[in-house]
């Protein structure tokens, strides 16, 4: 990655250097989140599918699950539904993590009866409700676990049970391709349990089709081989953290330089300005770069640091992502002239003049 080297003066012997990094492409990291013990991405998965037809009955422990309806009442629930939920890793939920996007992945091994050109699904995934902690081993159409009914059979009531609107919906047609995953949008999802709602996983269900008989798609789940069960996939960044290193000592009429090269990124990308604040007025703007030399006459005449006194300093770093780290805070002393005089001028402030010795 190529750098450019800038310098400039300021006040009357102040140079420091400021490295800046030619604009790159923000690079986010990607982390696939599926039932492999051992494996990295690993997670806790969680899934059935029930079915109105037999309603007292759990399919926990198949490898398959199903998302269909069939020909009757349109305002009918659907006849096969699909629960999926992942855990998500404790790193998702710290505020310097940002999820910018999620896809749920499942694998479709088989069409249920779309072998028309007229045939069509819609599939969604819809949020159920935080106060749905239903089990895998227990959820049927009626019940989300022991003798906790849903508020409508099926997980379909829209206020108690689950989300009136569907994160991401796809069709599916006699021409839909399978032994593939296919992946439905959940971002939202993903940063609603982030912000602190309690995450109860998808409702996957068949809002809508063509009409005819019994007609949707047949999945994989976590019981299936590794390769096909459901995953999630997450698209995210994470906050740069500065390092400011440090305590440092600025000699009289001499120059320190500053060190910001223990900062580092926490994902994929890089972090391409070091910006810091030398006189604690918040300003981040007093040097620039990683390795900024600064005089001690810029630090007194410039920026008004007093001799004699260690000074709080700041650096915070900004990454290809556009986002900031929180500050890292060091110190700079600021040595006293020796020999000086030392005079106090009004409100003019400190005025320091040398006298070199005979």
Known sequence: MKKTTLSRSV?????????FTAQAVAERAETVLKYNPGQP??????????????????????????????????ADPP???????????????DSSVTVHNAELGLWVYGLVDLDQSYDWVNVGAYRINPTRDWVDSQATWNVFKGASNWATSGCENTTWDRAATADDTLMFTENSAINRYYEWTVTGSVNTWKGGAANRGWNMRLPSFDGGPEEGISINLTESNVAYRPKLSLDWTQTPMANADGPYNCDYLSSVILNGSGSYERDAGAILHWYWDLNGNGQFNDAYGVNPTITWDYLVNTLGLTPGQSHSIALKVLDDDNEWSTSAYSSVF???????????????GLVLRCRKSA
Not at 79 to 93: A, G, I, N
Request: charged share 15%; aromatic share 12%; proline share 7%.
């Open 334 to 348: 600021v040595a006293i002239p020796e020999p000086a005089t030392m005079l106090l001028l009004g409100v003019g």
């Open 79 to 93: 006849e096969k539904s699909t629960l999926v939920r992942f855990d998500l890793p404790s790193w998702v939920y």
């Open 41 to 74: 991405g690993h997670t806790n998965t969680y899934d059935t599918y029930i079915n109105r037809d037999t309603p007292t009955t759990n399919y926990n422990g198949n490898w398959y699950g199903h998302i269909t309806r069939q020909n009757d009442n349109p």
């Open 11 to 19: 006040g009357t012997a102040m140079l420091f250097t400021s490295l």
